[in-house]
């Protein structure tokens, strides 16, 4: 018998009963991954940006004040319809014009982009303007460029601001400390420095850009004082691209000097070369005509 047991003919036949019994727990442990996949796929699903929006989910979503994606979502939608010149868009205008006065960046910077796709609106129009006045230098960016659609050129001296260094300076005074080093690339919300004020309170002050840093002028363990610069920030490689498209509409002789710096720069990009050369030859042949 125990010859049998050990046969070599055996044990293959013992091995698929052995499998057999671990088959319950294996059909378990699938069902739970296909559980999870499921339900991986559906928050993917729901939170992704290209996923088509019904009328009602618009107007639903841009009012989701607790969830900023869902309004994210609604705004993207709202601008590819009137891309499409779809005039249903049109009855989302005045929640536009609400969300561009709203207390969250996220919004009004997006608004301001979005208010852009059609030029024909007084409304935009004129929420674009007041945008120009925002705190947040991003907000009054895309506030500038959506304006030059609109032939409106009063957000000139922001596209301008695009080309030249951004001052970050010090909100209070204090110690500052910072582990970033000149030519840093940040991204909008980055932390850049730590401030230690005089009631042991240490302030963290974030990037309100994308870009690098161009320049530190406090370094780690100085006394700063309200107002002072700390250091500057180069804008990222797109804003300065499209600021430089932008201005070859509106930009004067004035600008032609910050804009031919680009176009002899042997520190950017052959993209933002060429641009800036093309902007320059743009300005040029306007300025000749308006002669």
């Given amino acids: 018998m125990a010859d049998i047991e050990n046969h070599p003919d055996m ?12 088959a319950p727990g294996s059909g378990w442990i699938l069902g739970l991954a296909i559980l999870f996949l499921g339900a991986t796929f559906l928050a993917w699903y729901f939170t992704w940006f290209g996923r088509e929006l019904s009328d ?8 989701d004040d607790k969830n900023p994606r869902h309004v994210q979502h609604a705004l993207l939608q709202i601008q590819q319809r009137i891309e499409r010149g779809d005039a249903n868009a049109k009855n989302w205008y005045p929640q536009l014009v609400t969300l561009s006065q709203n207390s969250e960046t996220e919004y009004r910077l997006t608004t301001a982009w979005v208010m852009g796709f059609d030029p024909k ?20 960016r895309n506030a500038a460029l959506a304006l030059v659609r609109f032939g409106d050129a009063s957000g000139r001296s922001e596209l301008i601001a695009v080309l030249s260094p951004y001052p970050v300076r010090a909100p209070v005074d204090g ?11 940040v991204a909008r919300g980055s932390l850049l420095v730590r401030i230690q004020h005089a009631n042991n309170e240490i302030i963290e002050l974030r990037s309100p850009l994308a ?21 500057n920030l180069n804008s990222d490689e797109d804003s300065v691209w499209e600021a430089l498209r932008a201005l070859s509409l509106i930009g004067t002789r004035e600008d032609l000097p910050i804009i031919q710096s680009y176009a002899d720069s042997a520190n950017v990009s052959n ?10 030859k743009q300005v040029e042949r306007a300025a000749s005509q308006a002669k």
């Fill in 121 to 140: 609106s007084a409304e935009f129009h004129d929420a674009l303007k007041r945008l120009l006045q925002d705190q947040e230098p991003i907000v009054r």
């Fill in 11 to 22: 044990r293959p036949s013992q091995g698929r009963a052995r499998a057999h019994r671990r």
């Fill in 56 to 63: 009602a989910d618009i107007s639903k979503y841009l009012n």
């Fill in 271 to 280: 993209r933002i070369r060429e641009q800036a050369k093309l902007t320059v």
């Fill in 175 to 185: 110690l500052m400390a910072s582990s970033l080093k000149e030519e840093a690339e």
């Fill in 211 to 231: 870009g690098r840093i161009n320049k530190i002028f406090k370094s780690n363990g100085i006394q700063v004082a309200a107002g002072d610069e700390i250091l």
